[in-house]
């Protein structure tokens, strides 16, 4: 029986939580000799999208082996989006390294999961990042936690946390941020007397199941920690449901984390983290306990969804062109393996065959499945993403968000403006160093579309970042996108010559050349309306010279989309149509 540690990492978005990890995967040696300490790849984020756009999306186990001390390491997203992962994550942890970056500070998302780990009365180790950073600010840091903690009603012991100082990038930690000691060897040796072992329970066994893994070879693995008792191999138990009731169940093989991996093993004790075979209908939160006299662990609930947005089959003019699932029944079956480990996601059938509601965190959940399905050759077409709203009490509620924007001083007023143009309420504006500080109260649905126009008020030097917050009675209408659409009504590539014409119509989202169809959304009109433009017309040729004319010609260069901007841009009437190569916007129904 080895000592044992349970420790989760919680962290801001880019505060350099998977660094720190990585890095200590190094130092205790845990990974094989094939990589070495130059790669500057993130081992934990192993998934393409993650690694592109450097956030943690799903939560994931490691463990090392430290002076004989197995320590269990548990990464945590820090993106709101992804909160649902955190809750539950939690519940396997006795404590929690927090850590915050020397410049910024705590941030409203770090505030969020600290509150909750604080109430399951987990003991927190305090790491603040970056401090090679210029202009960085430890000791204002380190006072700034105390506060936060102490505001959120943090006992004695747990204020009395320990503090190290470091880069996780250059991998060195030291308890004196003027001190570099060149090794991560003072965090370990902190998380070895700091976090405390977990108790050893015997009795019946209760496990309760606060994740899942998905294998195509042995179907949904249960992953949890073992708060009682012990597991082993063929063993027949129960598991306890929503409804109370208690189904048998029979284990068929047990794993625990080594390293970046898993080991397999007949017997777990109490106080391990393991993944567990065999069981297939069970959900998160379940307990897996005695059949006979069965002892459940109190639920553990998965964040509602508080959007949702229709996906459908392609049936553009150019469907089948370059992704190969093209068919409902592929688009069915691919939504119903994403629910297999997606747990804040819900899909739900609609009246027609090929089209279904898919119910999300918000746009940067939904938009992480679409560019997923569409990285593995499907073709689909979404909707506008809509709120979900509630009724309490015979009144109509709706999801709102806590906005934070930091922001440089001279165009905060701009940004003020934008946000309570949208409904939000200005809650804390402060000065933090050169940069505004600004928190708000604002409807989920005023966040739609809202970044885009408040980095280009900004020029691009906000920093924004959301949580959600609770329902609240409906704050009223807010205003949509003010311009129509250019819509084409030809099919076949645009020509620079009619471009350079309507130039003056509106800003266009194609170049020449690009191969268009009828009813597609190639610009945006200076006018409220929609317009429908014919840009495949060619100059009149005539034997005729004429001097000086197509030198004039001067065409903007066409305004880009990414996948989250064009979801939030397009009006009601409008799909965004997503291929493995393209990302276009359409008419639902366009009649020239």
Same mark, same amino acid.
């Given at each position: 029986?080895?000592?044992?540690?349970?420790?989760?990492?919680?962290?801001?978005?880019?505060?350099?939580?998977?660094?720190?990890?990585?890095?200590?995967?190094?130092?205790?040696?845990?990974?094989?000799?094939?990589?070495?300490?130059?790669?500057?790849?993130?081992?934990?984020?192993?998934?393409?999208?993650?690694?592109?756009?450097?956030?943690?999306?799903?939560?994931?186990?490691?463990?090392?082996?430290?002076?004989?001390?197995?320590?269990?390491?548990?990464?945590?997203?820090?993106?709101?989006?992804?909160?649902?992962?955190?809750?539950?994550?939690?519940?396997?942890?006795?404590?929690?390294?927090?850590?915050?970056?020397?410049?910024?500070?705590?941030?409203?998302?770090?505030?969020?999961?600290?509150?909750?780990?604080?109430?399951?009365?987990?003991?927190?180790?305090?790491?603040?990042?970056?401090?090679?950073?210029?202009?960085?600010?430890?000791?204002?840091?380190?006072?700034?936690?105390?506060?936060?903690?102490?505001?959120?009603?943090?006992?004695?012991?747990?204020?009395?946390?320990?503090?190290?100082?470091?880069?996780?990038?250059?991998?060195?930690?030291?308890?004196?941020?003027?001190?570099?000691?060149?090794?991560?060897?003072?965090?370990?040796?902190?998380?070895?007397?700091?976090?405390?072992?977990?108790?050893?329970?015997?009795?019946?066994?209760?496990?309760?199941?606060?994740?899942?893994?998905?294998?195509?070879?042995?179907?949904?693995?249960?992953?949890?920690?073992?708060?009682?008792?012990?597991?082993?191999?063929?063993?027949?138990?129960?598991?306890?449901?929503?409804?109370?009731?208690?189904?048998?169940?029979?284990?068929?093989?047990?794993?625990?984390?080594?390293?970046?991996?898993?080991?397999?093993?007949?017997?777990?004790?109490?106080?391990?983290?393991?993944?567990?075979?065999?069981?297939?209908?069970?959900?998160?939160?379940?307990?897996?306990?005695?059949?006979?006299?069965?002892?459940?662990?109190?639920?553990?609930?998965?964040?509602?969804?508080?959007?949702?947005?229709?996906?459908?089959?392609?049936?553009?003019?150019?469907?089948?062109?370059?992704?190969?699932?093209?068919?409902?029944?592929?688009?069915? &079956?691919?939504?119903? %393996?994403? +629910? /297999?480990?997606?747990?804040?996601?819900?899909? $739900?059938? =609609?009246?027609? @065959?090929? #089209?279904?509601?898919?119910?999300?965190?918000?746009?940067?959940?939904?938009?992480?499945?679409?560019?997923?399905?569409?990285?593995?050759?499907?073709?689909?077409?979404?909707?506008?993403?809509?709120?979900?709203?509630?009724?309490?009490?015979?009144?109509?509620?709706?999801?709102?968000?806590?906005?934070?924007?930091?922001?440089?001083? &001279?165009?905060?007023? %701009?940004? +003020? /403006?934008?946000?309570?143009?949208?409904?939000? $309420?200005? =809650?804390?504006? @402060?000065? #933090?160093?050169?940069?505004?500080?600004?928190?708000?109260?604002?409807?989920?649905?005023?966040?739609?579309?809202?970044?885009?126009?408040?980095?280009?008020?900004?020029?691009?030097?906000?920093?924004?970042?959301?949580?959600?917050?609770?329902?609240?009675?409906?704050?009223?209408?807010?205003?949509?996108?003010?311009?129509?659409?250019?819509?084409?009504?030809?099919?076949?590539?645009?020509?620079?010559?009619?471009?350079?014409?309507?130039?003056?119509?509106?800003?266009?989202?194609?170049?020449?050349?690009?191969?268009?169809?009828?009813?597609?959304?190639?610009?945006?009109?200076?006018?409220?309306?929609?317009?429908?433009?014919?840009?495949?017309?060619?100059?009149?040729?005539?034997?005729?010279?004429?001097?000086?004319?197509?030198?004039?010609?001067?065409?903007?260069?066409?305004?880009?989309?990414?996948?989250?901007?064009?979801?939030?841009?397009?009006?009601?009437?409008?799909?965004?149509?997503?291929?493995?190569?393209?990302?276009?916007?359409?008419?639902?129904?366009?009649?020239?």
């Amino acid at each position: 029986m080895t000592e044992i540690r349970n420790v989760a990492i919680i962290a801001h978005v880019d505060h350099g939580k998977t660094t720190l990890v990585d890095k200590i995967i190094y130092a205790a040696q845990a990974n094989d000799a094939k990589r070495t300490q130059d790669n500057n790849e993130l081992i934990l984020d192993s998934n393409d999208l993650e690694r592109e756009r450097g956030i943690t999306i799903l939560s994931k186990n490691v463990s090392v082996n430290y002076k004989g001390t197995k320590i269990n390491i548990i990464d945590t997203p820090g993106h709101a989006d992804f909160g649902g992962e955190v809750e539950r994550v939690l519940s396997m942890a006795d404590g929690v390294i927090l850590l915050v970056d020397a410049f910024e500070g705590a941030m409203p998302q770090t505030r969020f999961v600290l509150g909750k780990a604080l109430g399951l009365g987990l003991k927190p180790i305090v790491v603040v990042n970056k401090v090679d950073k210029e202009n960085c600010r430890p000791d204002e840091v380190h006072e700034e936690v105390f506060d936060l903690m102490f505001n959120l009603e943090a006992t004695e012991d747990q204020l009395d946390f320990p503090t190290l100082y470091g880069s996780s990038k250059n991998g060195w930690m030291s308890h004196d941020w003027k001190n570099e000691t060149g090794s991560l060897e003072p965090l370990l040796d902190t998380i070895l007397e700091s976090i405390p072992a977990p108790e050893q329970k015997e009795g019946v066994l209760r496990m309760k199941i606060t994740s899942l893994d998905f294998s195509s070879f042995t179907g949904r693995i249960a992953i949890g920690r073992i708060h009682q008792g012990s597991i082993a191999v063929g063993q027949s138990l129960g598991l306890t449901k929503k409804d109370d009731t208690v189904k048998r169940v029979r284990i068929k093989e047990l794993h625990i984390f080594e390293g970046l991996g898993k080991r397999s093993v007949d017997k777990v004790d109490c106080g391990d983290i393991c993944a567990v075979t065999g069981i297939d209908d069970f959900e998160i939160g379940d307990t897996i306990t005695d059949f006979d006299n069965p002892e459940p662990l109190e639920r553990v609930g998965v964040d509602e969804p508080t959007m949702n947005m229709l996906f459908t089959i392609n049936n553009s003019p150019f469907f089948g062109k370059e992704g190969k699932f093209v068919t409902s029944r592929h688009l069915r &079956d691919r939504l119903m %393996k994403e +629910i /297999e480990k997606n747990l804040a996601l819900r899909v $739900e059938p =609609t009246d027609s @065959e090929d #089209k279904f509601l898919v119910y999300g965190r918000g746009v940067l959940h939904l938009s992480v499945l679409i560019e997923t399905m569409r990285r593995e050759g499907y073709e689909l077409q979404v909707g506008q993403p809509q709120v979900i709203y509630k009724d309490v009490d015979g009144q109509k509620h709706e999801p709102i968000e806590h906005l934070v924007i930091d922001v440089p001083e &001279d165009v905060s007023g %701009k940004a +003020i /403006e934008l946000v309570t143009k949208r409904k939000g $309420e200005l =809650t804390i504006m @402060e000065p #933090k160093g050169d940069v505004q500080h600004l928190e708000f109260n604002i409807p989920a649905r005023g966040l739609i579309g809202l970044r885009n126009q408040v980095l280009t008020a900004t020029a691009g030097e906000a920093v924004m970042t959301h949580r959600f917050n609770g329902y609240e009675p409906y704050k009223g209408d807010i205003p949509e996108r003010l311009n129509g659409s250019l819509v084409s009504m030809e099919t076949g590539p645009g020509t620079s010559y009619s471009i350079d014409k309507l130039q003056d119509r509106g800003i266009f989202f194609v170049s020449p050349g690009d191969d268009l169809y009828v009813g597609q959304v190639i610009g945006e009109h200076s006018r409220a309306n929609d317009l429908a433009v014919n840009i495949q017309k060619g100059k009149q040729l005539t034997n005729m010279r004429k001097s000086g004319t197509d030198a004039s010609m001067k065409i903007a260069p066409p305004k880009k989309f990414s996948l989250e901007e064009a979801l939030e841009y397009i009006n009601k009437d409008e799909y965004v149509e997503v291929t493995p190569l393209s990302i276009r916007m359409r008419k639902i129904d366009f009649k020239a």
